[in-house]
Protein backbone atom coordinates (compact mmCIF):
# COMPACT_ATOMS: atom_id res chain seq x y z
CA UNK A 1 0.00 0.00 0.00
CA UNK A 2 3.18 2.09 0.61
CA UNK A 3 4.44 1.81 -2.89
CA UNK A 4 1.04 2.48 -4.06
CA UNK A 5 1.01 5.63 -2.16
CA UNK A 6 4.25 6.75 -3.36
CA UNK A 7 2.88 5.96 -7.24
CA UNK A 8 -0.29 8.55 -6.46
CA UNK A 9 2.01 11.39 -5.28
CA UNK A 10 4.59 10.60 -8.32
CA UNK A 11 1.18 11.07 -10.41
CA UNK A 12 -0.30 13.44 -9.02
CA UNK A 13 3.35 15.60 -9.05
CA UNK A 14 3.47 15.08 -12.83
CA UNK A 15 -0.39 16.51 -12.94
CA UNK A 16 0.49 19.47 -11.30
CA UNK A 17 3.65 20.33 -13.66
CA UNK A 18 3.34 21.93 -16.49
CA UNK A 19 4.93 19.37 -19.04
CA UNK A 20 4.14 19.13 -22.86
CA UNK A 21 1.03 16.53 -22.95
CA UNK A 22 3.30 14.05 -25.02
CA UNK A 23 5.65 14.50 -22.04
CA UNK A 24 3.25 13.80 -19.45
CA UNK A 25 1.67 10.24 -20.91
CA UNK A 26 5.16 9.19 -21.57
CA UNK A 27 6.17 9.66 -18.23
CA UNK A 28 2.57 8.49 -16.94
CA UNK A 29 3.59 4.43 -18.66
CA UNK A 30 6.70 4.73 -17.30
CA UNK A 31 5.80 5.24 -13.71
CA UNK A 32 3.09 2.50 -14.19
CA UNK A 33 5.56 0.20 -15.70
CA UNK A 34 8.18 0.38 -12.95
CA UNK A 35 5.38 0.08 -10.16
CA UNK A 36 4.02 -3.46 -11.30
CA UNK A 37 7.63 -4.77 -12.80
CA UNK A 38 6.38 -5.44 -16.16
CA UNK A 39 7.73 -6.45 -19.32
CA UNK A 40 5.52 -3.37 -21.17
CA UNK A 41 3.02 -0.75 -21.10
CA UNK A 42 0.55 0.83 -23.12
CA UNK A 43 -1.85 3.75 -23.39
CA UNK A 44 -4.00 3.69 -26.53
CA UNK A 45 -6.46 6.04 -28.09
CA UNK A 46 -9.89 4.74 -29.63
CA UNK A 47 -11.28 6.28 -32.46
CA UNK A 48 -13.85 4.95 -35.26
CA UNK A 49 -13.00 1.46 -34.00
CA UNK A 50 -9.33 1.91 -34.44
CA UNK A 51 -6.55 1.98 -31.35
CA UNK A 52 -3.69 4.22 -31.54
CA UNK A 53 -0.49 4.11 -29.32
CA UNK A 54 -0.31 7.53 -27.84
CA UNK A 55 2.53 6.22 -25.40
CA UNK A 56 4.25 3.01 -24.96
CA UNK A 57 7.01 2.11 -22.71
CA UNK A 58 8.52 -1.48 -22.82
CA UNK A 59 7.88 -2.11 -26.19
CA UNK A 60 10.32 -1.82 -29.91
CA UNK A 61 9.81 1.86 -31.51
CA UNK A 62 7.60 0.30 -34.64
CA UNK A 63 4.42 -0.22 -31.73
CA UNK A 64 4.09 3.16 -32.47
CA UNK A 65 2.85 3.17 -35.71
CA UNK A 66 0.25 0.26 -35.23
CA UNK A 67 -2.98 0.90 -35.63
CA UNK A 68 -5.63 -2.06 -33.91
CA UNK A 69 -8.39 -2.46 -35.27
CA UNK A 70 -10.35 -3.73 -32.29
CA UNK A 71 -12.45 -6.06 -34.06
CA UNK A 72 -9.73 -7.87 -35.42
CA UNK A 73 -7.88 -8.26 -31.70
CA UNK A 74 -10.37 -9.69 -28.83
CA UNK A 75 -8.40 -9.37 -26.20
CA UNK A 76 -8.40 -5.47 -26.83
CA UNK A 77 -12.43 -5.68 -27.43
CA UNK A 78 -12.61 -7.56 -23.97
CA UNK A 79 -11.00 -5.01 -22.48
CA UNK A 80 -13.02 -2.10 -23.94
CA UNK A 81 -15.67 -3.62 -23.29
CA UNK A 82 -15.88 -3.56 -19.63
CA UNK A 83 -15.21 -1.19 -17.08
CA UNK A 84 -13.29 -3.04 -14.49
CA UNK A 85 -9.46 -4.63 -15.11
CA UNK A 86 -9.66 -7.24 -17.46
CA UNK A 87 -6.99 -10.24 -17.01
CA UNK A 88 -5.96 -12.89 -19.78
CA UNK A 89 -4.82 -16.33 -18.37
CA UNK A 90 -1.17 -17.43 -19.58
CA UNK A 91 -2.71 -20.51 -21.43
CA UNK A 92 -5.80 -18.08 -23.09
CA UNK A 93 -6.21 -18.96 -27.19
CA UNK A 94 -6.90 -15.09 -27.52
CA UNK A 95 -2.92 -14.09 -29.10
CA UNK A 96 -1.84 -10.71 -27.64
CA UNK A 97 -1.52 -8.08 -30.39
CA UNK A 98 2.30 -7.15 -28.75
CA UNK A 99 3.64 -10.32 -29.15
CA UNK A 100 6.77 -10.59 -30.40
CA UNK A 101 7.58 -6.84 -29.71
CA UNK A 102 8.78 -6.57 -26.04
CA UNK A 103 11.86 -4.23 -26.46
CA UNK A 104 14.14 -6.15 -24.84
CA UNK A 105 13.48 -9.37 -26.42
CA UNK A 106 13.95 -8.21 -29.96
CA UNK A 107 15.77 -10.75 -30.78
CA UNK A 108 13.18 -13.72 -29.84
CA UNK A 109 9.70 -14.43 -30.97
CA UNK A 110 8.70 -14.42 -27.67
CA UNK A 111 4.37 -14.66 -26.59
CA UNK A 112 2.75 -12.51 -23.94
CA UNK A 113 2.70 -14.79 -21.34
CA UNK A 114 0.73 -12.63 -18.98
CA UNK A 115 -1.68 -9.53 -19.89
CA UNK A 116 -4.18 -7.26 -17.68
CA UNK A 117 -5.81 -3.80 -19.15
CA UNK A 118 -8.92 -1.04 -18.50
CA UNK A 119 -10.63 1.04 -20.59
CA UNK A 120 -10.58 4.54 -19.78
CA UNK A 121 -12.97 7.15 -19.69
CA UNK A 122 -13.43 10.72 -19.82
CA UNK A 123 -15.94 12.77 -19.10
CA UNK A 124 -17.76 9.80 -19.37
CA UNK A 125 -17.18 8.38 -22.51
CA UNK A 126 -15.01 5.87 -23.61
CA UNK A 127 -11.89 7.39 -24.46
CA UNK A 128 -9.43 4.19 -25.02
CA UNK A 129 -7.19 1.71 -22.75
CA UNK A 130 -4.25 0.77 -20.66
CA UNK A 131 -2.77 -2.55 -21.56
CA UNK A 132 0.30 -4.29 -19.07
CA UNK A 133 1.65 -6.97 -20.55
CA UNK A 134 4.69 -9.74 -19.30
CA UNK A 135 6.36 -12.66 -20.21
CA UNK A 136 6.78 -14.55 -16.37
CA UNK A 137 3.21 -16.50 -16.37
CA UNK A 138 1.55 -14.77 -12.55
CA UNK A 139 3.01 -11.22 -12.75
CA UNK A 140 -0.10 -10.12 -12.43
CA UNK A 141 -2.24 -11.39 -9.24
CA UNK A 142 -5.20 -10.38 -7.88
CA UNK A 143 -3.67 -7.79 -6.16
CA UNK A 144 -2.17 -6.17 -9.09
CA UNK A 145 -5.24 -6.04 -11.15
CA UNK A 146 -7.03 -4.31 -7.94
CA UNK A 147 -4.26 -1.72 -8.39
CA UNK A 148 -4.61 -1.20 -11.85
CA UNK A 149 -8.75 -0.70 -11.37
CA UNK A 150 -8.10 2.47 -8.62
CA UNK A 151 -4.95 3.84 -10.88
CA UNK A 152 -8.18 4.34 -13.56
CA UNK A 153 -9.13 6.97 -12.40
CA UNK A 154 -5.34 8.84 -11.89
CA UNK A 155 -4.85 7.49 -15.55
CA UNK A 156 -7.85 9.28 -17.01
CA UNK A 157 -7.55 12.74 -15.17
CA UNK A 158 -4.04 12.49 -16.82
CA UNK A 159 -5.16 12.18 -20.22
CA UNK A 160 -8.74 14.88 -19.48
CA UNK A 161 -5.42 17.35 -18.44
CA UNK A 162 -3.66 16.53 -21.97
CA UNK A 163 -7.09 17.12 -23.85
CA UNK A 164 -7.73 20.47 -21.88
CA UNK A 165 -4.60 21.56 -22.64
CA UNK A 166 -5.04 20.88 -26.50
CA UNK A 167 -8.56 22.55 -26.05
CA UNK A 168 -6.85 25.89 -24.79
CA UNK A 169 -4.82 25.90 -27.19
CA UNK A 170 -7.41 25.51 -30.33
CA UNK A 171 -9.55 28.79 -28.34
CA UNK A 172 -6.10 30.43 -28.56
CA UNK A 173 -6.02 29.78 -32.44
CA UNK A 174 -9.84 30.75 -32.69
CA UNK A 175 -9.44 33.74 -30.87
CA UNK A 176 -6.99 34.48 -33.43
CA UNK A 177 -9.48 33.20 -36.64
CA UNK A 178 -7.29 30.40 -36.72
CA UNK A 179 -8.79 27.38 -37.23
CA UNK A 180 -9.11 25.05 -34.60
CA UNK A 181 -6.82 22.25 -35.04
CA UNK A 182 -8.17 19.00 -35.33
CA UNK A 183 -6.91 16.86 -32.25
CA UNK A 184 -8.00 13.59 -33.28
CA UNK A 185 -6.63 11.02 -35.77
CA UNK A 186 -7.58 11.53 -39.26
CA UNK A 187 -8.09 10.15 -42.57
CA UNK A 188 -4.70 9.64 -44.26
CA UNK A 189 -2.82 10.38 -40.89
CA UNK A 190 0.81 11.28 -41.30
CA UNK A 191 3.09 9.01 -38.95
CA UNK A 192 6.85 9.87 -37.59
CA UNK A 193 8.12 11.01 -34.87
CA UNK A 194 11.32 12.54 -36.04
CA UNK A 195 12.54 16.46 -35.69
CA UNK A 196 11.96 17.44 -39.26
CA UNK A 197 8.53 16.09 -39.77
CA UNK A 198 7.51 17.90 -36.68
CA UNK A 199 8.66 20.99 -37.52
CA UNK A 200 7.53 20.25 -40.85
CA UNK A 201 3.88 19.81 -39.63
CA UNK A 202 3.90 22.81 -37.74
CA UNK A 203 4.66 24.69 -40.69
CA UNK A 204 2.03 23.32 -42.75
CA UNK A 205 -0.63 24.14 -39.96
CA UNK A 206 0.47 28.02 -40.41
CA UNK A 207 0.28 28.33 -43.81
CA UNK A 208 -2.99 26.05 -43.48
CA UNK A 209 -5.00 29.19 -42.38
CA UNK A 210 -3.98 31.77 -45.31
CA UNK A 211 -5.36 31.16 -48.57
CA UNK A 212 -1.83 31.53 -50.40
CA UNK A 213 -1.32 28.95 -53.09
CA UNK A 214 1.21 26.42 -51.77
CA UNK A 215 3.62 24.24 -54.29
CA UNK A 216 4.15 21.03 -52.21
CA UNK A 217 7.84 19.59 -53.73
CA UNK A 218 9.54 16.09 -53.04
CA UNK A 219 10.39 13.04 -54.62
CA UNK A 220 7.96 10.08 -56.22
CA UNK A 221 6.50 8.53 -52.66
CA UNK A 222 7.03 10.81 -50.00
CA UNK A 223 3.20 11.15 -49.63
CA UNK A 224 2.70 14.85 -51.32
CA UNK A 225 -1.16 13.79 -51.33
CA UNK A 226 -1.69 13.13 -47.56
CA UNK A 227 0.08 16.49 -47.05
CA UNK A 228 -1.84 18.37 -49.25
CA UNK A 229 -4.86 16.71 -47.58
CA UNK A 230 -3.97 17.74 -43.90
CA UNK A 231 -3.60 21.85 -45.24
CA UNK A 232 -6.95 21.69 -46.34
CA UNK A 233 -8.24 19.73 -43.37
CA UNK A 234 -6.73 22.37 -41.21
CA UNK A 235 -8.03 25.15 -43.29
CA UNK A 236 -11.04 27.38 -42.86
CA UNK A 237 -12.29 25.60 -46.02
CA UNK A 238 -12.34 22.20 -44.09
CA UNK A 239 -16.17 21.97 -44.96
CA UNK A 240 -16.25 22.53 -48.38
CA UNK A 241 -14.66 19.83 -50.94
CA UNK A 242 -11.15 18.85 -51.95
CA UNK A 243 -11.16 18.31 -55.83
CA UNK A 244 -7.70 16.13 -56.31
CA UNK A 245 -6.65 15.87 -59.84
CA UNK A 246 -3.74 13.89 -61.42
CA UNK A 247 -2.17 16.00 -64.07
CA UNK A 248 0.35 13.35 -65.30
CA UNK A 249 -3.14 11.33 -65.89
CA UNK A 250 -5.01 13.83 -68.06
CA UNK A 251 -4.72 13.58 -72.14
CA UNK A 252 -4.12 16.73 -73.66
CA UNK A 253 -6.61 16.41 -75.63
CA UNK A 254 -8.90 16.04 -72.59
CA UNK A 255 -7.57 18.21 -70.35
CA UNK A 256 -9.03 21.21 -70.11
CA UNK A 257 -12.88 19.81 -70.54
CA UNK A 258 -11.97 18.02 -66.69
CA UNK A 259 -10.59 21.38 -65.39
CA UNK A 260 -12.43 24.16 -66.64
CA UNK A 261 -15.85 21.91 -68.21
CA UNK A 262 -17.54 22.05 -71.33
CA UNK A 263 -20.82 23.09 -72.94
CA UNK A 264 -23.05 20.85 -74.94
CA UNK A 265 -21.55 20.21 -78.19
CA UNK A 266 -18.36 21.77 -77.58
CA UNK A 267 -16.70 18.95 -79.05
CA UNK A 268 -17.68 15.47 -80.53
CA UNK A 269 -18.79 13.31 -77.85
CA UNK A 270 -20.13 15.77 -76.03
CA UNK A 271 -23.58 15.27 -75.44
CA UNK A 272 -24.56 17.17 -72.22
CA UNK A 273 -22.97 20.06 -70.48
CA UNK A 274 -19.96 19.31 -67.81
CA UNK A 275 -18.68 21.22 -65.08
CA UNK A 276 -15.16 20.79 -64.87
CA UNK A 277 -12.37 20.46 -61.53
CA UNK A 278 -12.42 24.09 -60.51
CA UNK A 279 -16.23 24.06 -60.26
CA UNK A 280 -16.63 21.38 -58.41
CA UNK A 281 -13.83 22.43 -55.98
CA UNK A 282 -15.67 25.85 -55.70
CA UNK A 283 -15.37 27.19 -52.16
CA UNK A 284 -13.01 24.36 -50.85
CA UNK A 285 -9.44 23.13 -52.36
CA UNK A 286 -8.48 21.98 -55.50
CA UNK A 287 -5.45 19.81 -55.32
CA UNK A 288 -3.18 19.70 -58.42
CA UNK A 289 -1.31 16.62 -58.11
CA UNK A 290 2.13 16.44 -60.54
CA UNK A 291 1.36 19.37 -61.91
CA UNK A 292 4.80 19.88 -63.51
CA UNK A 293 3.15 17.51 -66.12
CA UNK A 294 0.30 20.12 -67.89
CA UNK A 295 0.41 20.66 -71.30
CA UNK A 296 1.67 24.42 -71.90
CA UNK A 297 -1.65 25.26 -73.76
CA UNK A 298 -3.45 24.49 -70.40
CA UNK A 299 -0.92 26.09 -68.29
CA UNK A 300 -2.06 29.29 -69.43
CA UNK A 301 -5.41 29.12 -68.89
CA UNK A 302 -4.79 28.15 -65.42
CA UNK A 303 -2.88 30.92 -64.68
CA UNK A 304 -6.07 33.24 -65.96
CA UNK A 305 -8.40 30.90 -63.32
CA UNK A 306 -5.16 31.22 -60.71
CA UNK A 307 -4.96 35.50 -61.07
CA UNK A 308 -8.35 36.67 -61.95
CA UNK A 309 -10.70 33.38 -59.96
CA UNK A 310 -12.66 32.78 -63.28
CA UNK A 311 -12.53 29.59 -65.29
CA UNK A 312 -14.21 28.96 -68.76
CA UNK A 313 -16.02 25.78 -69.88
CA UNK A 314 -15.17 25.11 -72.97
CA UNK A 315 -17.54 26.41 -75.58
CA UNK A 316 -18.23 28.60 -73.75
CA UNK A 317 -18.10 32.29 -74.58
CA UNK A 318 -19.31 33.90 -70.90
CA UNK A 319 -16.35 33.86 -68.17
CA UNK A 320 -17.75 31.43 -64.44
CA UNK A 321 -16.31 33.17 -60.94
CA UNK A 322 -15.02 30.61 -58.41
CA UNK A 323 -13.36 30.56 -55.41
CA UNK A 324 -10.46 27.99 -55.37
CA UNK A 325 -7.51 27.34 -53.06
CA UNK A 326 -4.86 25.64 -55.24
CA UNK A 327 -2.36 23.42 -53.85
CA UNK A 328 -0.24 22.04 -56.19
CA UNK A 329 2.62 19.07 -55.94
CA UNK A 330 5.32 18.26 -57.89
CA UNK A 331 8.45 15.77 -58.21
CA UNK A 332 10.08 17.59 -60.78
CA UNK A 333 12.19 20.60 -60.49
CA UNK A 334 10.33 23.30 -61.98
CA UNK A 335 12.43 26.16 -62.26
CA UNK A 336 14.68 23.47 -64.02
CA UNK A 337 11.17 23.08 -66.85
CA UNK A 338 11.12 26.72 -67.10
CA UNK A 339 14.56 26.87 -67.78
CA UNK A 340 14.04 24.45 -70.43
CA UNK A 341 10.74 25.90 -71.84
CA UNK A 342 8.73 23.14 -70.71
CA UNK A 343 7.05 24.83 -67.78
CA UNK A 344 5.77 28.72 -67.67
CA UNK A 345 7.72 31.15 -65.90
CA UNK A 346 4.72 33.28 -64.92
CA UNK A 347 2.53 30.05 -63.38
CA UNK A 348 5.70 28.41 -61.83
CA UNK A 349 5.92 31.55 -59.55
CA UNK A 350 1.90 32.01 -58.99
CA UNK A 351 1.87 28.51 -57.77
CA UNK A 352 4.97 28.62 -55.60
CA UNK A 353 3.77 31.57 -53.42
CA UNK A 354 4.48 29.54 -50.55
CA UNK A 355 6.54 25.93 -51.49
CA UNK A 356 6.95 23.31 -48.89
CA UNK A 357 9.84 20.96 -49.82
CA UNK A 358 8.86 17.21 -48.49
CA UNK A 359 11.68 15.58 -46.51
CA UNK A 360 12.44 12.37 -48.30
CA UNK A 361 12.16 9.46 -46.14
CA UNK A 362 16.29 9.02 -45.77
CA UNK A 363 15.98 12.53 -43.96
CA UNK A 364 13.35 11.68 -40.92
CA UNK A 365 15.67 9.94 -38.49
CA UNK A 366 14.04 7.02 -37.27
CA UNK A 367 11.03 7.29 -39.08
CA UNK A 368 11.53 4.30 -41.03
CA UNK A 369 9.95 2.23 -38.03
CA UNK A 370 7.47 3.59 -37.05
CA UNK A 371 5.87 3.28 -40.86
CA UNK A 372 7.20 0.04 -41.00
CA UNK A 373 4.94 -0.66 -37.71
CA UNK A 374 1.94 0.75 -39.21
CA UNK A 375 1.87 -1.28 -42.55
CA UNK A 376 3.12 -4.78 -40.45
CA UNK A 377 -0.18 -4.63 -38.67
CA UNK A 378 -2.08 -3.65 -41.71
CA UNK A 379 -0.79 -6.61 -43.70
CA UNK A 380 -1.02 -8.58 -40.37
CA UNK A 381 -4.86 -8.11 -40.73
CA UNK A 382 -5.02 -8.43 -44.05
CA UNK A 383 -3.52 -11.80 -44.45
CA UNK A 384 -5.23 -13.28 -40.91
CA UNK A 385 -1.40 -13.63 -39.26
CA UNK A 386 -1.40 -13.77 -35.69
CA UNK A 387 1.72 -11.82 -35.15
CA UNK A 388 4.21 -9.99 -38.28
CA UNK A 389 7.30 -8.36 -36.41
CA UNK A 390 10.48 -7.26 -37.84
CA UNK A 391 13.73 -9.17 -36.94
CA UNK A 392 17.10 -6.97 -35.18
CA UNK A 393 18.32 -7.48 -38.54
CA UNK A 394 15.68 -5.97 -40.30
CA UNK A 395 15.18 -3.44 -38.52
CA UNK A 396 19.18 -2.23 -39.25
CA UNK A 397 18.74 -3.29 -42.79
CA UNK A 398 15.63 -0.94 -43.47
CA UNK A 399 16.92 1.75 -41.34
CA UNK A 400 20.07 1.64 -43.48
CA UNK A 401 18.99 1.49 -46.61
CA UNK A 402 18.49 4.58 -48.67
CA UNK A 403 14.51 4.65 -50.01
CA UNK A 404 15.16 5.97 -53.29
CA UNK A 405 10.54 5.01 -53.77
CA UNK A 406 10.42 6.41 -50.18
CA UNK A 407 7.25 5.42 -48.24
CA UNK A 408 5.59 3.96 -50.98
CA UNK A 409 8.33 1.31 -51.31
CA UNK A 410 8.79 0.43 -47.90
CA UNK A 411 5.07 0.12 -47.57
CA UNK A 412 5.18 -3.03 -50.96
CA UNK A 413 8.65 -3.65 -49.26
CA UNK A 414 6.56 -4.93 -46.67
CA UNK A 415 3.90 -6.01 -48.70
CA UNK A 416 6.36 -8.59 -50.44
CA UNK A 417 7.90 -9.51 -47.59
CA UNK A 418 4.86 -10.42 -45.64
CA UNK A 419 3.51 -12.54 -48.86
CA UNK A 420 7.22 -14.32 -49.12
CA UNK A 421 6.74 -15.15 -45.96
CA UNK A 422 3.63 -17.31 -46.29
CA UNK A 423 4.72 -18.49 -49.77
CA UNK A 424 7.17 -20.09 -47.82
CA UNK A 425 6.16 -22.08 -45.46
CA UNK A 426 4.87 -19.62 -42.09
CA UNK A 427 2.35 -20.62 -40.26
CA UNK A 428 -0.24 -17.98 -40.08
CA UNK A 429 -0.83 -19.05 -36.09
CA UNK A 430 3.09 -18.22 -35.29
CA UNK A 431 4.85 -15.28 -34.81
CA UNK A 432 6.57 -14.25 -37.85
CA UNK A 433 9.41 -12.37 -37.93
CA UNK A 434 10.99 -10.98 -41.44
CA UNK A 435 14.54 -11.42 -42.01
CA UNK A 436 16.71 -8.97 -44.19
CA UNK A 437 16.14 -11.41 -46.92
CA UNK A 438 12.19 -11.42 -47.26
CA UNK A 439 12.92 -7.69 -47.46
CA UNK A 440 14.60 -8.55 -50.81
CA UNK A 441 16.69 -5.13 -50.51
CA UNK A 442 19.77 -6.10 -51.40
CA UNK A 443 19.13 -5.96 -55.14
CA UNK A 444 17.79 -2.85 -55.11
CA UNK A 445 20.05 -0.32 -56.03
CA UNK A 446 20.57 2.70 -54.17
CA UNK A 447 21.47 5.74 -55.99
CA UNK A 448 22.07 9.29 -54.73
CA UNK A 449 20.11 12.25 -55.07
CA UNK A 450 18.94 14.06 -57.76
CA UNK A 451 19.87 11.42 -60.43
CA UNK A 452 20.71 7.27 -60.00
CA UNK A 453 24.74 6.80 -61.08
CA UNK A 454 25.29 4.25 -63.46
CA UNK A 455 27.85 1.43 -62.51
CA UNK A 456 29.08 0.04 -65.67
CA UNK A 457 28.94 -4.31 -65.62
CA UNK A 458 31.98 -5.64 -64.77
CA UNK A 459 34.00 -7.40 -67.47
CA UNK A 460 35.25 -10.66 -66.86
CA UNK A 461 37.67 -12.14 -69.28
CA UNK A 462 35.03 -13.32 -71.12
CA UNK A 463 33.27 -10.19 -71.60
CA UNK A 464 36.37 -8.70 -72.77
CA UNK A 465 35.89 -9.75 -76.30
CA UNK A 466 32.37 -7.67 -76.16
CA UNK A 467 31.57 -5.17 -78.81
CA UNK A 468 31.36 -1.89 -77.40
CA UNK A 469 27.85 -1.71 -78.96
CA UNK A 470 27.22 -4.82 -76.41
CA UNK A 471 28.38 -3.21 -73.51
CA UNK A 472 26.77 0.16 -74.22
CA UNK A 473 23.43 -1.81 -74.19
CA UNK A 474 24.14 -3.85 -71.21
CA UNK A 475 24.52 -0.86 -69.08
CA UNK A 476 21.74 1.75 -70.59
CA UNK A 477 19.47 -1.75 -70.01
CA UNK A 478 20.60 -1.74 -66.25
CA UNK A 479 20.05 1.87 -65.82
CA UNK A 480 16.59 1.54 -67.35
CA UNK A 481 15.42 -1.22 -65.34
CA UNK A 482 17.03 0.61 -62.24
CA UNK A 483 15.50 3.75 -62.87
CA UNK A 484 11.73 1.79 -63.30
CA UNK A 485 12.24 -0.05 -60.04
CA UNK A 486 12.75 3.29 -58.25
CA UNK A 487 9.55 4.90 -59.30
CA UNK A 488 7.39 1.91 -59.39
CA UNK A 489 7.57 0.98 -63.67
CA UNK A 490 6.41 4.87 -63.95
CA UNK A 491 8.20 5.06 -67.43
CA UNK A 492 7.75 9.30 -67.13
CA UNK A 493 9.30 9.52 -63.77
CA UNK A 494 11.84 7.18 -64.95
CA UNK A 495 13.02 9.53 -67.92
CA UNK A 496 13.25 12.10 -65.34
CA UNK A 497 15.13 10.24 -62.90
CA UNK A 498 17.65 9.61 -66.31
CA UNK A 499 17.48 12.99 -67.00
CA UNK A 500 16.36 12.08 -70.85
CA UNK A 501 12.86 12.80 -72.96
CA UNK A 502 10.42 10.02 -72.22
CA UNK A 503 9.71 9.40 -75.83
CA UNK A 504 13.73 9.39 -76.32
CA UNK A 505 13.45 6.45 -73.22
CA UNK A 506 10.65 4.49 -75.09
CA UNK A 507 12.33 3.92 -78.19
CA UNK A 508 15.47 3.14 -76.84
CA UNK A 509 14.00 0.11 -74.44
CA UNK A 510 12.06 -0.73 -77.68
CA UNK A 511 15.52 -0.88 -79.41
CA UNK A 512 16.96 -2.67 -76.50
CA UNK A 513 13.94 -4.93 -76.44
CA UNK A 514 12.82 -4.14 -73.35
CA UNK A 515 9.19 -3.65 -74.43
Not at 1 to 11: I, Q, S
Not at 253 to 275: D, I, Q, T, W, Y
Not at 310 to 327: S, T, W
Amino acid sequence: MVVMTMLYELLLADLAAELPSAVRLQSLVRMVREHFGCGAVCLLRLQDGVLSPVAVEGLVREALGRRFVVAQHPRLAAILASRSTVAFAPDSPLSDPYDGLLEHHVGEALPVHDCMGISLYVNGELWGAMTLDALTAGTFDQDARDQLQRLALTVSAAVRMTRLERDIRALRLARQDSPVPLGDRQEGEILGQSTGLKRLLHELDVVADSDLPVLLTGETGVGKDLFARRLHQRSPRRERPLVQVNCAALPESLAESELFGHVKGAFSGAGNARPGRFEAADGGTLFLDEVGELPLGIQAKLLRALQNGEIQRLGEDAPRKVNVRVIAATNRQLHDSVRDGHFRADLYHRLSVYPVPIPPLREREGDVLVLAGHFLELNRGRLGLRSLRLSPAAERALCAYAWPGNVRELEHVISRAAIKALSRGADRADIISLEPELLDLAGDTVLPEPARAVNMPEITAPQALASLQQVTNQAQQQAIEQALAATEHNWAAAARLLEVDPSNLHKLAKRLGMK
